[in-house]
């Protein structure tokens, strides 16, 4: 099956700076990448998503991109703000299988 | 359209003993998907369900099962219960939309084996 590799494991940021974490993919067929952020206590919510035809999607400050050579996408925040404190997780489909998770904490 | 539902959302079962899990998807979505969630481990994948058949397994024993109806809902099951088996199980629901499955996550059920 699919192996999802993801890193960092935590980043911590200042308010108002730039987020990236970064996800590497192994099954060169996976079409989709999702990601999702999950606050304490609660689901996980699909934020933004690419399919493999395209090479970035944005929606407003968050955005992701793909390069399906390398098998890798990432996930951009900007302007980071403390409500963007959440794990975030990436995923590869195929069988969408969940890279380990992200603790991203935005510092005011 | 209402979300996905689990029920029950918090359940407390002893060592030995087996538990059934509950999920709703979406509406229209035939695609169940079950999760085991840790602290230290992430999301592991269960089982995905697709017209009452399974159509993907993760790397679980055979202690896990599960289900699918014909309205899409889907239940999960858990025999045996063990210490280890502590966790958040989240399913999620699916459908196809330009050729990739968006999926959508239920609240999820806190299992405690004590």
Same mark, same amino acid.
């Given at each position: ?32 990448? %999702? ?8 689901? %996980? ?64 | ?33 079950? $999760? ?64 990739? $499955? ?13």
């Amino acid at each position: 099956g699919e192996n999802v590799e993801q890193h960092p494991s935590t980043l911590s940021v200042q308010e108002g700076d730039s987020a990236v974490i970064k996800c590497t993919y192994s099954d060169s067929a996976s079409n989709y990448f %999702p990601w999702y952020k999950q606050e304490l206590g609660k689901r %996980p919510q699909l934020i933004i998503d690419i399919r493999s035809n395209v090479g970035e999607k944005k929606d407003q400050r968050i955005a992701v991109t793909l390069n399906k050579t390398a098998k890798h996408f990432s996930l951009h925040i900007t302007e980071t703000q403390p409500e963007d404190s959440a794990v975030y997780f990436c995923a590869a489909a195929g069988d969408m299988r969940f890279g380990a998770g992200t603790r991203l904490t935005v510092k005011p | 359209k209402a979300g996905v539902t689990q029920t029950p959302r918090y359940l407390i079962k002893t060592r030995g003993q087996q538990v059934t899990l509950s999920c709703s998807p979406i509406s229209g979505h035939r695609s169940v998907s079950w $999760y085991q969630q840790t602290p230290g481990q992430g999301l592991q994948f269960l089982f995905e369900y697709f017209s009452e058949t399974q159509r993907n397994k993760g790397n679980f024993p055979g202690r896990f099962s599960g289900r699918q109806f014909s309205n899409s809902r889907s239940e999960m099951n858990v025999s045996t219960l063990e210490l280890g088996d502590s966790a958040l199980y989240l399913c999620a629901s699916s459908f196809l939309r330009d050729r990739a $499955y968006e999926q959508y996550f239920g609240p999820g059920t806190r299992l405690t084996v004590t």
